[in-house]
Each structure stands twice: as C-alpha cells, then as structure tokens.
C-alpha cells in the first residue's frame, strides 16, 4: 500500500500532537491503539481515505504513514502538515515559570494542521454549551448512523465522517436522539450549505479564516477558534467565550479563583501570536483548580 515516512525534529511527541484531533476514546473516525498506532478515517477533497500512523522505532524514528482509498494521494502529501511539520515551536519563549516547566517536560508537542474544515467544525458546533461527554456521544452517534465504511483495513467500528451532501439527510429526530438542539442542527445544517466556501479557510491567515466561519449565524468565536485550531494548526488561536479556560489559565499564572475572557487575555497578552500554544502547555503542566468546584461544559483537558 502506498506510504510514507516523515523524520520529526527532536523532541517529538506524535501522541500528544495528535490527541486533539480526537473526540473522545471511542471516537469513530480517530483511534489510537495500545501500542501507539493511530487510524484516522477523513473524506478529502479527492475522497475518503484510511491512514495508519505508527512511529518506527526501528527505521530511527521515522513516523510512518499508510494510506488507503480515492484520498490516499492527498492525505500522504499531508502527511507531515497534519504531524506539525508546518508548525515553529520555536518561536515560541515562555514568559512564566510555570509555563517554561511545562515546556521542558512536554516539548515534543506540535500543533498538528489537518486542512480539513467541515471534518473540525462539524464537533466543535456539537461541543457548544454542553459537556464534552456529551458532545463526544452525540459526534459518535451520528457518524455509526450516517458515516460510511473506510476503505483499506480500517479497525472495526471506524468510519468517514459524513459528507456536507449527507448532514443534509439527517433527520430531526435523529438530533434528537443524539441530544442535539435544534440551534447546533441548524448551524450544522447552514455550514454544510456553505461547505466549498467555508473550506477555503484551509489556504487563509488566521484573521481571514476566523471571520470566514463567523459569517455564519450560530459559528461563534468559541467554534470557529476550536475548529481553526485543528485546521491550520494555529498557535494564537486562543479559544474565547470558554467558561472553564479562564478560570484554568487565571489559577495556573497567579493561583487565583475566577476568571473572565478578558483577564486571561491580559495574562497571556506576552504571548501574542502564541497564545493557543501557551494555553495548551499552561494546561498540561499548570496548577489547576479543583474540577469539582469550578465545574464548566467547555473543559478541554480531555483533548490535551
């Protein structure tokens, strides 16, 4: 089957890099195995593929990926995009402690780029307002009813996510069903009828990309920041209107309560054009508030 190796930079870490574009342990179109092979099951603009991932000790390192399907070309040439290849971890210099000790310990992370638009923003409109558990349930639910089988070896139970042809067929009892309000359906719905233009992003600078998914009611900065961050692999996409970040970001700088959009902004104004990156390593190796007590729907800490 068609392959291809990549050699990432010292340190690197393909599970950490990758974990984002997860949803949930039993997300049907993103999988890691026990031994630290992952399958990603996409539809391209050239159609679906399968592609296995695996890190080759024995060939010195090299990430290894095998592709199978109509997509198997366009998802091989993206290979090394989507494992942060694009990515400049190095323009990055931390500005607290906290953060540089997280940096020390987690610098083989790399903000993966998928090109991929409708794949990212289709389960960052069925994250808003609710908790991840059931926004992931709700994304695996309607990709078992609606998703099609992937082409190659793909473990069992994966599938492609639905195209923006096929969301359009799903009917409102099965929302229903899967614990969707009629305001995330009809989002999802409006995306999928702007679907070629809101692809576009994929090519645009942040601003641009941010404003093109905000031109349509119900994709808010909070989705479209959530969406961008998988889709260009953007460091400074920082996601606002969180109601759990701030509080995160706020504790692990200054070991304060509470927390506003506007005091996170303040604290990680050093890391202009960063500030996504900081945020995810503040959140990996930060002081964090006591869960219970700041409970909040937008916690990210599972995709971290």
């Given at each position: 089957m068609p392959s291809r190796t990549w050699a990432p930079p010292a340190p690197y870490d393909l599970a950490r890099t990758l974990r984002?574009?997860?949803?949930g342990r039993r997300d049907p179109a993103c999988r890691q195995e026990p031994d630290g092979t992952w399958w990603r099951c996409s539809g391209t603009p050239a159609g679906p593929v399968t592609l296995r991932i695996s890190d080759d000790l024995a060939a010195g390192g090299l990430i290894t990926g095998r592709a199978w399907g109509p997509g198997t070309d366009w998802a091989l040439e993206q290979l090394p995009a989507l494992l942060g290849a694009d990515d400049e971890p190095d323009a990055f210099r931390p500005r607290h402690r906290v953060?540089?000790?997280?940096?020390?310990?987690?610098?083989?992370?790399r903000l993966a780029r998928t090109g991929l638009v409708m794949e990212s923003l289709v389960p960052?409109?069925?994250?808003?307002?609710?908790?991840?558990?059931s926004a992931h349930y709700a994304w695996r639910r309607?990709?078992?009813?609606?998703?099609?089988?992937?082409?190659?070896?793909?473990?069992?139970?994966m599938r492609i996510p639905p195209s923006a042809a096929v969301w359009r067929?799903?009917?409102s009892w099965e929302w229903h069903g899967a614990g969707v309000d009629r305001s995330r359906a009809a989002a999802i719905l409006r995306a999928r009828s702007y679907a070629p233009r809101l692809e576009e992003a994929a090519a645009m600078a942040l601003p641009e990309a941010m404003a093109r998914l905000q031109f349509l009611p119900g994709i808010g900065p909070w989705t479209a920041a959530e969406a961008l961050q998988r889709v260009l692999g953007a460091p400074d996409a920082l996601t606002l209107g969180d109601l759990h970040l701030p509080v995160q970001i706020g504790y692990a700088l200054t070991g304060a309560r509470g927390g506003t959009d506007e005091e996170m902004l303040q604290l990680l104004e050093l890391y202009a054009g960063q500030r996504h990156r900081a945020a995810r390593l503040i959140l990996l190796g930060g002081r964090l508030p006591n869960r219970r007590a700041n409970r909040a729907p937008h916690s990210r800490i599972a995709h971290l």
């Open positions: 984002v574009l997860r949803r953060v540089a000790v997280s940096l020390r310990k987690h610098g083989g992370l960052s409109v069925l994250e808003q307002g609710i908790t991840t558990g309607l990709l078992n009813r609606y998703g099609d089988t992937p082409p190659g070896p793909a473990p069992e139970g067929m799903v009917p």
